[in-house]
């Protein structure tokens, strides 16, 4: 019938196939002569011609098929004296726990034995939060870097803040993992008046809402750090959560 | 991430004020901290009354002049060994001539700690801060 137009029916055309579609609709007595539907086979039971997956399983030495329904298995006559024992035997083990939070508080315990860590990121009211003003002390000696804290990527082990800073008037950001090694310390320089109202503060990036440098906090933090620490003895810092002073 | 055409604030008192990238030496990816690269000079310091004839004494290059230089800070984050990452608010480089020394005498800004993994002591040394 309409064998060779439909051959040419334009590919990727949409609106043009959709026409000749609507052009080649078939009057109704015409309906059972176009239908695509094969003339149901009786099915056997046994495997199609084809050798799609037509593989011998090894063990088995029986055809392997994708599609493959396997039979039930027959019903087990089931005897009063036998049906607590079958009871036990259905109920199926618990699955495995699941090995990555596991894998991970392994990790963090290694990380950090102390817990002081873990403890100042946690959503507690005490821990640090998003619009605080943090220091990060590097073990490898070096300048602290201080910056008002604008993400924490709570991740596991993987956990990282987010410190954006002014340093002679150039913008910036540092990412830092808080399990590192290589992070010695981290402080709470200042908190923020309010709590933020977003878990990013990457609006802060404009020049509108930048903070700019935090270097006169970061001053007057370790002023009040220093006549508290020669008020109550050597080197107790009540505000800053510390975790390994120099 | 700086490439051809890349425009980069130039950080030393060599007289250029921005410079764009016109190639990246040594590799065929974009370069980021520590990176060679040769720019054009496109503003000089001081050059706001008018471009080529208000160089002072101090400008040791001009509008027009092809340099090498080094990158030394990007917008696009860098990586470290240890999972930190660092971003600046500026793509910043500084002029050197053909044997890899600095043009200008003095750097005014921060500059990345990628500088002495990548063996530029002597711009690390003259720099103010790093991070």
Known sequence: MNAAPLARRPLGCLKASLRQARQQRAPAFLARQLSTVTPK???????????????????TKKTRSAFAIYAQPPPVPVTTAAKATAAKATVLPAPPPDPMPLLDAEQIKRMDPTGARTALFTKTRYAARVGDVLQVTHRRGGEPFAGVCLAIRRNGIDTAILLRNHLSKVGVEMWYKIYNRNVAGIEIVKRRAKRARRAKLTYMRQPKHDMGSVADLVFAWKKTRKVIGSRAGAGKGVQAVGKKRK | MLQLKSMLNCIDNSGAAIVECVMVVGQKRHASIGDRIVCVVQKQKGASESGMTASSNATKVKRGDIRHAVVVRTKQKVTRRDGSVVRFDD?????????????????????????????????????????
Request: charged residues 20%; hydrophobic residues 40%.
């Open chain 1, 41 to 59: 086979v009786p099915s056997t039971g046994a495997l199609p011609e084809h050798n799609f997956f037509r593989m011998i399983d090894k063990k």
């Open chain 2, 91 to 131: 793509n910043a480089c500084v002029l050197i001539n053909k044997a890899g020394d600095p043009i200008g005498t003095r750097i005014n800004g921060i500059v990345g700690q990628e500088l002495r993994t990548k063996k530029w002591s002597k711009i690390l040394s003259m720099a103010p801060m790093q991070a």
